[in-house]
């Protein structure tokens, strides 16, 4: 089980996290014109990389707060966490 | 029976408590500290089991958690468990055991017959055999390999024990209590480390409990019982006995099974069986010792074969002699011990040592004793078929290729020591990079993955001397690093033997002529010959080697095994063993039993029971509850011998006519709040939100991304800046998540807050003609005429004194409310609409009579919105705005999602008016055309309609739009039913919704 660091709220097990998926999706703007392509690549196509990831988690039994966690896929090692609205080096 | 394996005196066992046991339903005697093995070998019974593939007899090889052999099945207290080592199962009064693998008995075993047929279960067997035809699987293949297969039989009790899960933190967790592993916790304990230190046997002391060596001016027996009284008595150190750490996790995380009470006759009241620790350390000492290894030869599976440490534990522990004329078969200095061991008990053995001319102060003191040594010899096969009767022995050349005549040696037990490899699961668990030693032919941790350090003979490290050394300075070393202290230790002077060099030999060759069974999995009979099979087929990886064997594959998982194994691949394939490579190490290093794993999550336990505050109002009336979510919400009243179906109907048929009542507290409820909370809804629901007024309810639908509905539920604006949002009771938690994510990740600039208040407020909906009546008589202050509450409208009132909300919005598609108080006054609201009502003829209804309502209605619910459908396949494509954007709308644009013939929902009627449709059967065109049939929708949701007295289906029907009017088959093959139905319109009540306007 992963011990994750919660920006908010410190070092947490996993099972206080809900797993949201790769953090570097961005949704297209409201009202703005996509090709399908676009639209695909945001609701479905991603790349699953095997080492360093950018990922979203919740704390969901926690602060509630959805963080940023940069993680290894391969090792499970945890490089980094961030707040949603913090600058990722 | 009498004990006439037990020497007089010595041992570690308590001789005042004398326990009785049975064992294949024949009565022993054995004493307080025994082991069912030690307790066994103390009665001279060796014969315990038959082996899983060719059934032949089965003894004790080992004393303690490498045992392949002695798994027998426990009766205790009522109860069976299977797969228990008898070498780790601590004797209490009345302990019942009986042998697995064997039918009708031990001593006369059918399944034997296929040892002598064992020319045709060679390595892969299964593979090459099981194959073909298709149709002998069921019959033939199956059954037999069930039979064949198993370690025991699983109860099909519901087990009364109790199982518990513990969650601790700790600096050091140091697992096993022999010499490394005392070492270090007492020199991080010393400061101030927060430790724990895991023992997996009751007895601490590891190997110290068994050499004879000195630590101080004490025996190291003494010196480990010291240590460990003063630990125990430290508040920082948490010191567990039948504890073993089986498993390595990632960030540190290790898992501990602790046997609280499989060593008495009978659980302690308010004790569970078991307790499973997780553990997360920051740093982890891995002091697990080190496993003898066997000397492969012919006939090495007879029971009377063992391991020299083992006889050695049994001797000193237990005060058991393992057999009376001994022979000891060693490449190095260990054999020794354990024929000195026997010598000083008045035993004569003889030892049988590989080597030519092996040197060491042990050896001379075994010549001193008068033991009679034979050098550079071997053992070749051993005979007796349930027990050891005698060896074949001979001299072997230095080149270890070439046996000299054979003789034959009288012996009762066969005492092998192969030296030792060192127990490095948990490090390899842990992604540790293990590393080949060659100087003791074994594998060894290398560079560590996570914060893991192994000591001892764990490492490699056989002396006392140094174990102890660098176990007091990692303990010290690590635990500084934590506490940042700095306590001095001294270093105690140890006594002990030095060794000589072991001899790199592991498979004694076949004589000319003899094809012994040499065997290197004992518990699952693979054989040299298996492997060798193996490797000329073609398998080169020692992965797939072992999977096509099933070497190593065992509950054992290869403890005395893996090591000739990967000797034999790496002899035959030419390649040095670490180029082999070792298979994976995996948790469990030991079997843990389910109930362990389960712990107190079984049953209601099994997830959080959540009760509304009218609950015990229900339980009063004889509710009959079901699971909805993790809500338990009453499915109908029960009123004398009712069945279900009839008084869901009963109660339906009452809100249609009359005035019903139901409790809708289970209901998700969030409260939306901000300046831009209109704007939020307005992104999030499909429909238009900007233009709600205050004091209004409206009827939203969320989608995914994908373009999927997530959920759909009324949001009422209760003030300027506070929205009032309601969810499906199963969706909740999901689209509360949901909401948090736009509002954190997306759109971070809209000014709004969203908070479950699900638990905060009671609810009860109120439907039927008479509904107005009641609310009237409810709240006589309030103004709740069609033109004060109109449809989709919203009002708070005073309920006698208790503050009220009330909405009028409508599931069952009858003039209907829900009313709002907070929780801890729910179930005054209830009682007192119940005794309103009573004038109305109000009945409380349940979620069947709930259901019905809204599937002749044709409203979509959970059945419907099941993740696969998208707002057409609802008909809710009317609610989707053409003005704005939202959730999901670009994906709404896809193929498939506008394709001509897109599925619907539709309503379905049997042609017999009668049949009931069963949920999940699908639709087709032609009942009777050959499969696979082609569906062409499925049954939703089905009910008896009370409107129309006659079953109603809703259906997913593709192309559902140009089907109604058009005659179907329903298929059920689960329930075997074919019925001609007819496709209507999914609304089979109001079509045009004029009730819950009026
Ligand atoms: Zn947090």
Request: net charge positive.
């Amino acid at each position: 089980m992963l011990h994750i660091k919660c920006p908010h709220c410190g070092m947490r097990s996993q099972n206080e996290f809900s797993y949201g998926g790769d953090a570097t999706v961005k949704r297209p703007a409201l009202n703005k014109e996509v090709t399908d392509q676009e639209w695909d690549n945001f609701v479905y196509n991603r790349v699953s990389p095997r080492g360093k990831h950018l990922e979203l988690w919740q704390h969901l039994s926690g602060c509630r707060q959805w963080i940023k966690v940069e993680r290894d896929t391969a090792t499970h090692e945890i490089f980094n966490t961030y707040k949603t609205n913090e600058e990722i080096a | 029976m009498t004990q006439s394996y037990r020497i007089e005196t010595g041992g570690l066992i308590n001789r005042n408590k004398k326990i009785s046991f049975k064992f294949n339903g024949v009565t022993y005697f054995g004493y307080d500290g025994d082991t069912l093995a030690s307790a066994l070998l103390a009665n001279g019974v060796h014969l315990v089991g038959r082996s899983f593939k060719y059934h032949r007899p089965r003894g004790f090889f080992g004393a303690g958690v490498d045992e392949p052999y002695a798994v027998v099945q426990l009766y205790r207290n009522g109860e069976t468990e299977p797969n228990i080592k008898a070498t780790e199962q601590e004797l209490f009064e009345g302990l019942e055991a009986s042998s697995v693998n064997c039918w009708p008995s031990v001593n006369f075993d059918i399944g034997a017959i296929n040892n002598f047929l064992k020319i045709f279960l060679p390595a892969g067997f299964y593979y090459k055999t099981f194959m073909w035809p298709k149709s002998f699987w069921y019959k033939i293949y199956e059954p037999f390999i069930r039979k064949a297969a198993g370690l025991g039989v699983a109860s099909t009790k519901h087990d009364k024990e109790r199982y518990e899960h513990k969650y601790e933190y700790c600096d050091l967790l140091i697992t096993g209590s022999g010499p490394a592993g005392l070492a270090s916790a007492y020199s991080a304990a010393k400061n101030g480390a927060k430790v724990i230190l895991a023992e997996d046997k009751p007895r601490y002391g590891g190997s110290l409990l068994t050499s004879d060596v000195n630590i101080g001016n004490q025996s190291g027996k003494d010196w480990a019982d010291g240590i460990i009284s003063e630990l125990k008595e430290m508040p920082n150190v948490t010191v567990k006995n039948r504890s073993q750490v089986f498993g390595y996790y990632d960030h540190n995380m290790l898992v501990m099974s602790e046997k609280v009470s499989d060593h008495l006759p009978k659980t302690k009241k308010y004790h569970p069986n078991k307790r499973l620790w997780y553990i997360r350390a920051k740093e982890v000492l891995i002091s697990s010792g080190s496993i003898e290894r066997p000397i492969v030869f012919g006939n090495n599976d007879t029971p009377g074969v063992m391991l020299s440490s083992a006889a050695k534990e049994y001797l000193k522990v237990y005060g058991v002699l393992v057999g009376k004329k001994p022979l000891v078969f060693t490449n190095n200095d260990s054999g020794y011990e354990t024929a000195i061991e026997f010598k000083k008990h008045g035993v004569d053995p003889i030892v049988l040592d590989s080597r030519s001319n092996p040197q060491s102060e042990i050896i001379d003191e075994a010549k001193n004793l008068g033991i009679n040594i034979k050098n550079s010899y071997v053992v070749v096969a051993a005979q007796g078929y349930k027990k050891v009767k005698s060896a074949d022995v001979a001299t072997i050349s230095e080149d270890k290729k070439t046996l000299g005549k054979i003789e034959n040696i009288i012996c009762d037990c066969i005492c092998v020591s192969g030296f030792w490899t060192p127990t490095i699961h948990l490090a390899s668990q842990s992604g540790n990079k293990t590393k080949f030693n060659e100087e003791i032919d074994a594998f060894v941790p290398g560079a560590s993955k996570q914060n893991e350090t192994t000591l001892g003979a764990a490492n490699g490290v056989f002396t006392l001397e140094e174990t102890l050394k660098t176990s007091f300075e990692k303990g010290k070393e690590l635990s500084k690093k934590i506490t940042e202290k700095d306590n001095e230790i001294s270093i105690p002077n140890v006594v002990e033997k030095k060794y000589s060099k072991h001899d790199r030999f592991w498979c004694v060759p076949l004589p000319k002529g003899k094809s012994y069974k040499r065997f290197l999995d004992f518990q699952n009979d693979v054989a040299v010959s298996d492997v060798e099979i193996a490797l000329r087929e073609g398998y080169r990886s020692i992965e797939h080697v072992k999977r096509y064997t099933t070497l190593g594959m065992a509950t054992d998982q290869g403890k005395t095994s893996n090591l000739n194994g990967l000797q034999l691949v790496s002899e035959i394939e030419n390649k040095v063993v670490p180029s082999v490579g070792h298979t994976t190490f995996r948790p469990p290093y030991t079997p843990i039993s389910i109930g362990a794993i389960v712990g107190r999550e079984v049953g209601r336990h099994s997830k959080p029971t959540r009760k509304s505050p009218i609950h015990n109002w229900h339980e009063e009336y004889n509710a009959v509850f079901v699971d909805a979510g993790v809500w338990l919400r009453p499915r109908y009243y029960k009123r004398g011998n009712e069945t279900l179906f009839e008084a869901s109907k009963r109660e339906a048929k009452n809100v249609r006519t009359n005035v019903g009542v139901c409790d809708v507290t289970t209901l998700g409820k969030i409260d939306v709040k901000g300046p831009d909370a209109a704007e939020f809804l307005n992104r999030v629901y499909t429909n238009a939100w900007l233009k709600l007024p205050v004091g209004k309810a409206r009827y939203g639908v969320m989608l995914r991304e994908d373009g999927i509905v997530m959920d759909d539920g009324t949001t009422t604006r209760i003030s300027e800046n506070h929205y009032h949002m309601t969810t499906t009771t199963a969706q909740a938690a999901n689209v509360l998540s949901h909401l948090e994510y736009y509002l954190q990740l997306v759109w971070p600039e809209l000014n709004v807050n969203v908070v479950s208040t699900t638990e905060q407020w009671a609810g009860a909906a109120i439907a039927g003609p008479k509904s107005r009546d009641l609310l009237q008589k409810l709240f006589p202050k309030t103004d709740v005429s069609n033109e004060g509450l109109p449809f989709m409208g919203y009002v708070e009132g005073d309920l006698f004194g208790v503050k009220a909300r009330i909405f009028r919005i409508s599931f069952s598609g009858e003039l209907a409310y829900e009313v709002n108080v907070e929780s801890d006054n729910g179930r005054f609201m209830w009682e007192k609409i119940i005794e309103l009502g009573e004038e109305f003829q109000i009945q409380p209804y349940g979620t069947e009579a709930l259901s019905t309502l809204r599937i002749e209605m044709g409203h979509v619910a959970g059945s419907e919105l099941d993740g696969r459908t998208i707002p057409y396949d609802n008909a809710l494509e009317g609610l989707l705005s053409k003005k704005k954007d939202f959730i999901g709308k670009r994906s709404l644009q896809r193929e498939a999602f506008v394709a001509e013939d897109r599925q619907r929902i539709v309503g379905v009627i049997p042609l017999d008016k009668k049949t009931s449709i069963p949920e999940g059967s699908h639709l087709v065109k032609d009942a009777n055309a050959p499969l696979p049939n082609k569906k062409l929708g499925h049954i939703s949701a089905s009910c008896w309609s009370v409107e129309h007295d006659n079953p109603f289906s809703l259906a997913i029907l593709k192309d559902g739009k140009n089907m109604i009017g058009k005659k179907l088959f329903v298929m059920s093959p689960l329930k075997n039913k074919v019925i001609p139905v007819e496709i209507v319109s999914s609304h089979y009540v109001d079509p045009k919704g004029e009730r819950v306007r009026s």
